[in-house]
């Protein structure tokens, strides 16, 4: 079973919104902290948010703080990235990942899914 799956991505104008979702297995949902990242081409994947495992907790980028939120969906093992207000500069492929820690460093994340292509045009 691939552990996390995004999907959701999309190409948007300015302004839009689009909602991202990462699908988790289970055991992964239930003892995880849940992270998004971005990676832009020619950039170095960046964090982006957080959010614990129990879903009380939420932790931003600067660069998205307001525009973008986490929830997790516990029936559905799943969490979201709402992102309203898009941008071109958020134009990325948007990764989930899954760390034991709370942490925003990339290399502390356990697992990824494979991505999703989000482009926003001016």
């Known amino acids: 079973q691939v552990p996390l799956v995004e999907s959701g991505g999309g190409l948007v104008q300015a302004g839009a919104s689009l909602r991202l979702s990462c699908a988790a297995s289970?055991?992964?949902?239930?003892?995880?902290?849940m992270g998004w990242f971005r990676q832009a081409p020619g950039k170095e994947r960046e964090f982006v948010g957080r959010?614990?495992?129990?879903?009380?907790?939420?932790d931003y980028a600067d660069s998205v703080k307001g525009r973008f939120t986490i929830s997790s969906d516990n029936a559905k093992n799943t969490v979201y990235l709402q992102m309203n207000s898009l941008k071109p500069d958020d134009t990325a492929v948007y990764f989930c990942?899954?760390?034991?820690?709370?942490?925003?460093?990339?290399?502390?994340?356990?697992?990824w899914g494979q991505g999703t292509q989000v482009t926003v045009s001016s």
């Open positions: 289970g055991r992964i949902f239930r003892h995880y902290n």
């Open positions: 990942a899954a760390s034991r820690s709370w942490t925003t460093g990339r290399n502390m994340y356990d697992y």
């Open positions: 959010i614990s495992g129990s879903g009380y907790t939420t």
